[in-house]
Structure formats: C-alpha cells, structure tokens
C-alpha cells in the first residue's frame, strides 16, 4: 500500500508527532491508522522514559477559579524551558490539570505521596467492611487490595480518569503531552480550596 502525503499529515493532525515519524508509522503498520497510532503512542512512551531524569526548572503556576468563586485551583507544572512553558500545548494541559483538580478532588499528585497514615486508615476500613460481610480472611486480603487499588484511582491525580476524555487518565495526558512538546514535564503539586472546607 502506497502512503500519501495527505495521509501522513492526517496522522500529524491527529498525533502531534513529526511527519517523518508520522510516515515511519504508517509504513510500519501497512496503513492502517489505529496501528500507526498505537505505534507512535509506543514510541513516545520510550522518548518519555528517556526524558523523566532531565531536570525540570521553568514551568507555570496555573490558577483555576470556578463560576461562583467558591471553588479555586493553584497547580505548579513544571518542564525544562522556558519556551516551551510559554507554548499553548503546555498551557492548554496546565489549565486541564487545574480543572482536573477542580472537578475530580484528589489528594496528591501521585500515589507515592500518599501517607502511611491515610492508607492505613483506609485499609482498617475495607478489613471492617469484608468482616461485616462474614467474608473469610484468605478473601479479605485479596479484597482490599482491590479496593485499595480504586482508593489510588480516584484519589491520585495522575491515576485518576481525564474528566475530559475518561478513556485516558491524566499519566496518559501528561506522557501525550511531554511526547509532543518533547520536554520533561512534572506536575508538582497542587493546592485545592472550596469555600467552608
């Protein structure tokens, strides 16, 4: 199958990857689209992987005040330069991150933040929870590792589904991102405010 030019730059509209990866991509999967896509979301993920250890210095503070002024967001996002901090790519996916924050209420950026404390509480609750149910103790742990898991996924920001687009989480968003703009990007903490809290 022969790939056009017009393909090519149908797959860098839907991407943001560059042409010669977009061709490379669409030669390798025999021009099927979805293939060229899971393709270039392959390779980005290793250029991000590349990219985690770079030292990321510049970057915004992004301020999100919802309709009403009773709810107000404050997200540091930081990536290596200062161009690229000033790029609508990086400030589009700071004031997503803020809404994020705003609509989804999490409690840390990542999982790892999370303290000792919390998810000791959290896992004496499921334990009562399964024991209240009469389930036997081999199941129980089982259970709460699961519950645990979903504690994670609705409570961390980078696990939690994209309020925009629930098919990614905002890791997903952010490895997009950081694989377009070709930076090191870290969400780095966030501060959440509602009016009576």
């Not at 060229?36 to 503070?61: F, H, M, N, P, S």
């Not at 609508?88 to 996916?93: I, M, P, T, V």
Request: with cysteine; net charge neutral; hydrophobic share 35%.
């Amino acid at each position: 199958m022969s790939i056009t030019a017009a393909d090519v730059q149908k797959l860098r509209e839907i991407t943001g990857a560059g042409m010669m990866d977009c061709k490379k991509a669409l030669t390798e999967s025999g021009g099927d689209f979805n293939k060229a896509i899971d393709y270039l979301r392959t390779k980005g993920l290793q250029q991000v992987d590349k990219k985690a250890g770079r030292t990321t210095e510049q970057g915004i503070i992004q301020a999100y005040i919802h309709p009403g002024s009773r709810l107000g967001v404050l997200v540091e996002i930081n990536c290596e330069t200062d161009f690229v901090a000033r790029t609508d790519a990086f400030l589009n996916f700071a004031k997503d991150v803020a809404m994020q924050i705003a609509a989804a209420k999490p409690i840390t950026v990542k999982r790892e933040d999370v303290s000792q404390a919390t998810i000791e509480h959290e896992l004496d609750i499921y334990r009562a929870q399964a024991r209240e149910q009469g389930k036997p103790e081999n199941v129980i742990e089982r259970m709460i590792t699961g519950k645990l898991e979903k504690f994670y996924q609705e409570n961390c920001l980078l696990e939690q589904a994209f309020v925009k687009d629930s098919d990614k989480t905002i890791r997903d968003y952010l490895t997009e991102t950081i694989s377009k703009l070709g930076e090191n990007i870290i969400i780095k903490r966030f501060v959440r405010y509602q009016l009576g809290e």
